[in-house]
């Protein structure tokens, strides 16, 4: 037979899933440090590709001067300067996403623990019902 | 102002009803204007310059999420571009492509901040659009909208110079390239609009947290006046050729849209339809949870009223007529100053009706009250009106 309590509580459940949940509950599956790490990691990847595109459009800019000079310029320290560029921008995007992350995991596991408790009485009344 | 809240509570009602409606209309509306914005500024390709493509699409955008308009957006503004030169368009791309994968990867929902401010942009008024993340959004939309002023700057330029891109030969990419990326990294007025737009989300951010009255009224206001006058300084500095008057129109008319969503700010997202599916070991459900409209409780405003009032036990068994008006003048002559009752003051309502308890039977408890001077009721007004005739009904 219906229940009319648990069909409200699951339907509740259900709209929090659907909705605000549906990240959170992805989020929950994870360990903090996994669930930054992989995340820092995606932003590194990230990073080097967007630093990728600018490096070329800078080459592409200056591409006339570049090539006339490209024996005159002192290579070492032009690729140690990108080099610097390169490390100054992902260390910062780095950090950047390392808050972003890190706070958005304690955020997702307090909503969750509403969530948890839902499922705990859930599970009670269950029980009760089987009872 | 009571029938514009009535007129928020049906919109409220409304939207709770037909909120995927309604979402799917204003999406297919924002694909088609932002569409149509495109073509009629760059359009260069013509076979993507027909109202049934952008029809189609439209249609498309209105079922699929948000992301997709822009990505149609996007790609509408990148095949333009590719017609008029593959250079152009490669420097469009890599825009997109930066913005996409530094900061629309955190939050892609402030994506479609990206294709509204170059549509404000398009449209003049782009002063609306910091003082609206600042009251909706967070201090990271000052990003998304310093994103779309660079995009509808690019493009700006690449409609600009137009006739000049397509009268270089080919052989001159790095000419083609250097042309747009240089109208876009030397032009100091969306350097400045940029400066601007971001203090003015913070400020406008940081005054309507504030736990002070009137913060939101106090926040547009100051957020107005500080876009404006990061714009004028920088004009200063700069030369940006910053039109004075259509600044100050433009952040009037930011101020005016800016009390309107001050207004509906919590129509939306708190009342919506759900229609949820799930199962247990016995059956399926197929729920559709509508949201409960309790409607809030205006204000009443009680100018003056005579408090005085006082219980009296008639035991009608026992009672003449004579001696009730005994009684009623007892009543009458005990009344006191009247007293004032400002807007929301909170009173019991068995104080302020207590009619409501009267039975005019045996052992009937009598309440008396007299000397209403000036009441304005804004939402029990029939039931209060019904309430007091019937008691004064009653005493005679």
């Known amino acids: 037979m219906l229940n009319e309590e648990r069909v409200i509580l699951m339907t509740k459940m259900e709209v929090y899933e659907e909705n605000e949940g549906k990240r959170n509950v992805q989020i929950g599956n994870y360990f903090r440090g996994d669930y930054i790490s992989l995340h820092i990691l995606r932003s590194v990847i990230s990073g080097t590709i967007a630093f990728g595109i600018l490096f070329a459009l800078y080459l592409f800019y200056d591409f006339e001067v570049f090539m006339e000079n490209i024996y005159e310029i002192d290579l070492m320290d032009f690729v ?43 599970n009670s009344l269950y029980n009760n019902e089987q009872q | 102002m009571s029938a514009l809240l009535e007129f928020k509570e049906k919109l409220k009602v409304i939207y709770g009803r037909y909120d995927t409606y309604i979402i799917s209309i204003l ?77 629309f990867r955190f939050s892609p929902k402030d994506s479609i901040v990206v294709l509204l401010t170059p549509l404000l942009c398009a449209a003049n008024i782009p002063y609306v659009m910091p003082v609206a ?4 959004g967070t201090p990271a939309s000052a990003v998304s909208v310093g994103c779309g002023i660079v995009v509808y700057n690019y493009l ?17 990419a790095v000419a083609k390239l250097k042309l747009v990326l240089d109208a876009l990294i030397h032009n100091n007025g969306m350097i400045v609009m940029i400066a601007a737009f971001a203090v003015t989300i913070i400020v406008v951010y940081l005054i309507r947290r504030l736990s002070v ?22 004009d200063l500095k700069f030369d940006t050729k910053l039109s004075l008057v259509g600044a100050v129109l433009g952040t009037i008319l930011a101020a005016a849209v800016a009390k309107v969503i001050e207004f509906f700010r919590f129509c939306v997202d708190y009342n ?16 559709k949870a509508i949201p409960k409209m309790t409607v809030a409780a205006q ?47 909170p009173y019991a309502e068995d104080e302020m009706y207590p009619e409501d308890q009267e039975e005019y039977a045996d ?10 001077t000036e009441e304005t009721y804004t939402e029990d007004e029939p039931y209060a009106e019904n309430e007091r005739g019937r008691s004064r009904k009653g005493r005679k």
């Open chain 2, 363 to 372: 052992g009937q408890e009598y309440a008396e009250e007299d000397n209403y």
């Open chain 2, 133 to 136: 993340m600042g009251l909706l």
């Open chain 2, 213 to 234: 009255a009137y913060a939101w009224t106090i926040a547009i206001i100051t957020g107005c006046i500080v876009d404006l006058l990061v714009l004028l300084v920088g």
């Open chain 1, 80 to 122: 140690r300067r990108v080099l610097i560029a390169y490390g100054g921008m992902i260390v910062i995007y780095g950090l950047i996403s390392y808050m972003v992350y890190s706070y958005r995991y304690s955020k997702a596991k307090k909503s969750l623990k509403k969530y948890y408790a839902n499922l705990k009485k859930l």
């Open chain 2, 299 to 345: 204000s009443k405003t009680v100018k003056k009223i005579n408090m005085q009032r006082k219980s009296v036990t008639i035991n009608s068994s026992v009672m003449d007529e004579e001696r009730l008006e005994d009684i009623m003048e007892d009543v009458l002559e005990e009344d006191m100053e009247p007293e004032e009752y400002s807007e929301g003051q």
């Open chain 2, 156 to 172: 700006s330029n690449v409609a600009a110079n137009a006739q000049v891109i397509s009268a270089m030969e080919a052989e001159e």
């Open chain 2, 27 to 103: 999406k297919f509306l924002l694909t088609f204007l932002a569409l149509n914005v495109i073509n009629g500024n760059l359009g260069y390709m013509k076979q993507l310059d027909n109202l049934a493509i952008v029809l189609i699409v439209s249609l498309l955008c209105s079922f699929l999420p948000n992301g997709c308009i822009i990505f149609f957006a996007a790609l509408f503004s990148l095949l333009h571009m590719y017609e008029l030169s593959m250079e152009v368009a490669l420097v469009g791309l890599c825009l997109y492509l930066v913005m996409a994968l530094l900061y």
């Open chain 2, 272 to 287: 919506r339809a759900e229609k949820v599916q799930f199962e247990d070991d016995e059956y399926y459900y197929y729920v």
